[in-house]
């Protein structure tokens, strides 16, 4: 589990969403709708009413910002989402399944208003939990070397850009040249290890594109 301290400001909120709260959600985003495109269809607008109902409790992941000369915004945003994929690894671990959504809903100063969020508050995204009935078929596993690269040291800071110059960026597996006196890593084929290929695979992701239904008392902590 990955845990970020974000001087120790714990800016992360969740709102839950269960029940027959679920319809009263769907009419917040579907008059959030009908406010962002007055010319919004009704199908429209009864589709995104209805999309709370695709799983048995939605969790509104929450960045509560607040000014701190250390850690600025974007960490602040950063934990909250560290914080909402931890309830994914967690709803996993215990066989449930999830989904990370945002859209123009996450955006939306009426949603906002609606669920009692500050001006300075920013939703990370809506958590879709349930048990899955159906699984997403297997993923592709995609190329490493896209993902990863060998950093020599850039030896003319002058003329260097970030990802040009001399010294930057060999493909992984390549052999590492000379590196300045600022580099202290050894050179080495990091690519190789578990954890570095799992997360440029794809391989580490929580994409259960799934519906989803109650389970067992309805209690989404109880298995």
């Known amino acids: 589990m990955v845990w970020l301290v974000a001087g120790k ?3 992360w909120r969740f709102i839950g969403n269960a029940g027959e709260a679920r319809n009263a959600f769907g009419a917040v985003l579907s008059d959030a709708l009908r406010q962002r495109d007055p010319g919004a269809s009704e199908a ?9 109902l695709r799983a048995p409790l939605i969790l509104t992941v929450v960045a509560r910002i607040r000014e701190h000369r250390l850690v600025p915004a974007i960490e602040q945003i950063i934990a909250a989402g ?10 996993h671990g215990l066989g449930y399944g999830g989904e990370w959504r945002t859209g123009e809903a996450a955006y939306d100063q009426y949603v906002h208003r609606a669920l009692g969020l500050g001006a300075s508050d920013s939703i990370v995204g809506f958590l879709y939990l349930g048990t899955p009935e159906v699984l997403p ?8 070397e896209p993902f990863v690269s060998h950093w020599n040291g850039i ?10 110059g001399r010294g930057w960026g060999s493909r992984v597996g390549a ?5 300045s006196g600022a580099a ?3 050179p080495g084929d990091f690519s190789r290890a578990p954890i570095v290929r799992s997360i440029a695979h794809g391989s580490i992701h929580h994409d259960h594109r799934c519906r989803c239904r109650w389970h067992g008392d309805g209690q ?3 298995a």
């Open 137 to 144: 078929p297997a993923r592709e596993i995609p190329a490493l």
């Open 82 to 91: 560290i914080a909402a994929n931890n309830i994914l690894l967690a709803a």
């Open 220 to 222: 989404l902590s109880e």
């Open 175 to 179: 052999p590492a040249g000379r590196v």
């Open 184 to 186: 202290r890593w050894a």
């Open 44 to 52: 429209m607008l009864a589709r995104e009413k209805a999309k709370p």
């Open 155 to 164: 030896r003319d800071t002058t003329t260097a850009r970030v990802g040009e």
């Open 9 to 11: 400001l714990e800016p």
